[in-house]
């Protein structure tokens, strides 16, 4: 079965120091993984996805994320912080093996970003 | 990029009264709809997955008769609430997947119901 984990459920940083989200996930097959950020009273917006490849991939606003096939980790990241990333965050997984449209999140972990 | 829509963006509404929120693909034609609850400072959890044309496969615990789906055309999919309670007050979330290898999914912007 498909599980996504954030260990953390609030992360605050210091304006100007890199971030650091965490994710792990658990799959079948391999993995389609994502993340979204999320304001307040707004949907989800892309950030970034990882399907196949170099293991690095850079998103939108500055965040990329890096797969590690052997932790099973898909942690999200930037160098440097900005009060207006303050917001929460979900990664998401699809199992490429099982063929299904599903994404499982997992359960947000918010960033405060500290001026 | 793809743009989902949802109308309305905001509702509130009396106990025992019914509502329908609509989500749109406005550029693609969207195969696939998912329709997802997220409740405060929660996760979200998908109430049902919509492919035009056919019924909605609902997840386990997700009433059907309560939260009917209906997906008619390739960009238009409808959620409506029937008799509304105070509990079935949420932000609910759809989004839409156009095929392709990877069934990308894009996220429309939630619409926030307020049940009194």
């Known amino acids: 079965a498909q599980s996504v984990a954030q260990p953390e459920d609030q992360v605050n940083v210091a304006e100007g120091n890199p971030l650091t989200v965490k994710c792990t996930y658990s799959?079948?097959?391999?993995?389609?993984l994502f993340w979204y950020v999320q304001y307040p009273n707004r949907g989800l917006q892309f950030l970034l996805k990882y399907i196949t490849g170099d293991n690095l991939v850079k998103g939108s606003y500055g965040f990329e994320a890096e797969f590690n096939k052997s932790q099973t980790s898909f942690h999200l990241k930037k160098p440097s912080a900005l009060v207006s990333d303050s917001a929460l965050y979900f990664c998401?997984?699809?199992?490429?093996?099982?063929?299904?449209?599903?994404?499982?999140f997992g359960t947000g972990t918010r960033l405060t970003v500290i001026p | 990029g793809a743009v989902v829509s949802q109308h309305p963006s905001r509702v509130i509404c009396k106990s025992g009264t019914s509502v329908k929120i609509e989500c749109r693909s406005l550029d693609f034609q969207a195969t696939t709809m998912f329709w997802y609850r997220q409740f405060p400072k929660k996760s979200l959890m998908l109430m049902a997955t919509s492919n035009e044309g056919s019924k909605a496969t609902y997840e386990q615990g997700v009433e059907k008769d309560k939260f009917l789906i209906n997906h008619a055309s390739l960009t238009l999919s409808t959620l409506t609430v029937t008799s509304a309670h105070p509990e079935d007050s949420s932000f609910y979330i759809c989004?839409?997947?156009?095929?392709?290898?990877?069934?990308?999914?894009?996220f429309g912007p939630g619409t926030r119901l307020t049940v009194l």
């Open positions: 799959v079948s097959g391999n993995p389609y």
């Open positions: 989004s839409a997947s156009g095929g392709g290898a990877y069934n990308e999914q894009f």
């Open positions: 998401a997984v699809r199992d490429m093996q099982t063929g299904a449209n599903n994404l499982f």
